[in-house]
Structure formats: C-alpha cells, structure tokens
C-alpha cells in the first residue's frame, strides 16, 4: 500500500490531494482497507475486529428500522429494498427476516469483492431474492438503505492558516508520507467565523452520490444512518480540528497517514450538504431525527422490554444520548407524495438543516 502510494504521489507531481489518498487507503484492489481481507465488523477486539456497527450490536437495530422500511415499500408502492455497503450483512439478514415476502428482491450495493464474498455466505439461506451489483444502476425503485456508508466516502481536506485557505494533501518526505497544504479557491459551504486557524472537510464525492441516487431513484425512498451534524454545527468555529477519524482493533486516532490500507478513516456527515444536494436533483427530505429518537418512534421500547436484560443493555446503546443515540442521526427521502413517516414523527430535525 505505501509502495502504490508512493507511486501515485509521483504521478501527480509530489502531491495527493486527501480525498484520493483517502481512496487509496480504503478501496485500492486488494490493498485497501475494505478491499483487503482483515477483519473489520465485530463486538470485541479480541475477535481481530476494529469496529462494532449497530446491526453487529443488537438484532433491534434492523427490526426498527424495518418497520420504517416496511410504511416506506406500502407507501411508495415498491417491493424492492436497495442497500449501500452492507459490511457483514447482518442488517441485510434483519431486514429480510423481519419484512419476509414483503420484500421481493434484495440488491446490495458493494464494491468490496471480500465483504461481498462474507455477505454472500451471510444470506445464503435467502437464496435468490438477494442479488449483488458493484454499481448503481440506471433506474432504481424500492427502498435504499445505508448504514455507516457515507462517513466513508473520501473528503477534501481545507486548512486555514494566516486567513487564507488551503487544500490538504499528502507528499513524501525522505520516504515518509507526511501532510502538505497547497494554497486553493475551495472553502467550506459556511466559512467559521474569526480567522484563526482551522482544519475541516468538504464532502464532494458524497454530495455527487445523493445527486445520483436522486435521479436515477425513479419510485421509493432513501434512508441513511450515520454520525455527523447539520452544516451550523459541523462547521462550528470550536470544530476547528476537522473530523476525519480511524478506526483500528477498537481503538480510535487521528493520523490518516499512518498505516494505510490497515484502518478504517471516516468523516463525520455534513446533513445539510446531503439534503440539499438530493432537493436539488429532485429528491427531498422525508425527516431528519438523531438515531435514538428514529427507533423509539419505530417502537424499540417495547421490544426491548420481551428481552433478557444482557440484550436490553445492548439495545440500550443504540438509544443513549452518550452513546449512539444522538452522535448517530437519521435522514430520509421520499420520490413522491410526502407522508408522515414513523420514524419522524416526534423529534423531526429537518428545520435544522
């Protein structure tokens, strides 16, 4: 990985803007992080995982958000459901055993040859009606689900420094990846006020795929869980370190560039970029509410209450403001007639956008 790095750093004159480093590190055949074989989804260090996802942590996770998929297959008329990177299916197998025949075709999205292989094994006893493509299509109708997919799309990185703004890339220093900024017309969608310095992203690459989505979404909606904050939030004058993450045997850093192809690196989701980039192709926003108040409406309460208490505790992490239940926010979008979605129905944040 750091040999092919290195070799694109030279193509490109001595500097990799960030958000192609980012690809490399993460989806280069074979060598990146999602396309190589190590293992990434599990609850405990100990099993060589890095990171636990709400499917791997309760089996309520896709029991809810089923029956917000469910109204949204009724309501648009659709019988297909669409998922974005599934990881290791497991929300594939609740939504499945949760909606039955209700879903007549199940597609997955994924671009790792390797996590498509485990999904494969995963979902097996689903036969046919799961299908997998490696890209969109032209027309899609059903319901698209995304969990944790867009924190993993490459980002721009923009630092200011002495006021003005510059661009975020990798050079090589005697044979070390290090960080190099070049001077650049891009800024953020809200510039933080004052002049100090400031480091943040820019989600072009994201943006471009809710465009997609929104014009080749032909009938159905669109929901997508991730951490991230509307755009007033995100570039926060306080934020003035940026987002970008890894995630490595349970344990989070801060520097990219060390180890690459060997961690997950994420950034947090501008809502307000993905919102308006889908209105502006045509797709607006069903809701927008923080993960924990999206599954209560959805009735995760009472399904907690019929579990033992060791899965109730785990259940429970979903919820939790300090856990997941606030960082983790909700979005949907509808092609169609609007209607009072279940998952929106108290807590709608979409006036914060």
Known sequence: MRKLI??????SGGWLPFDRYMA???YAPGLGYYANASRKFGTMPGSGSDFV????????????????VREALEQTGTHEVWEFGAGSGALAVELLETLGERVRRYTIVELSANLRARQQQALAAFGPRVTWADQL?????????????????PVKLLARRNGA???RGVALRDGRLAWSEVPTHLVPPVVPAGTGDYVTEVHHQAEAFMRTLAERLVAGAAFFIDYGFPEAEYYHPQRSMGTVMCHRGHLADADPLDAPGEKDITAHVNFTGIAVAAQEAGLPTLGYASQGRFLVNCGIGEAMAA??????VAAQRLIADHEMGELFKVIGFQRGAFWDAIGFRTGDRTHTL
């Not at 290195?6 to 193509?11: F, S």
């Not at 299509?137 to 799309?153: F, K, Q, R």
Request: proline share 8%; no cysteine.
């Open 6 to 11: 290195g070799e694109q750093v030279a193509r």
């Open 24 to 26: 490399l590190a993460l």
């Open 53 to 68: 996802t709400a499917p791997e942590m309760s089996p309520l996770f896709g029991r809810m958000l089923a029956v917000q």
């Open 137 to 153: 299509p032209e027309t899609i109708e059903g319901v698209v689900v995304g969990n944790e997919v867009l924190d993993a799309m």
């Open 165 to 167: 703004w510059h661009e």
């Open 307 to 312: 579990l033992p208490v060791q899965d109730q």
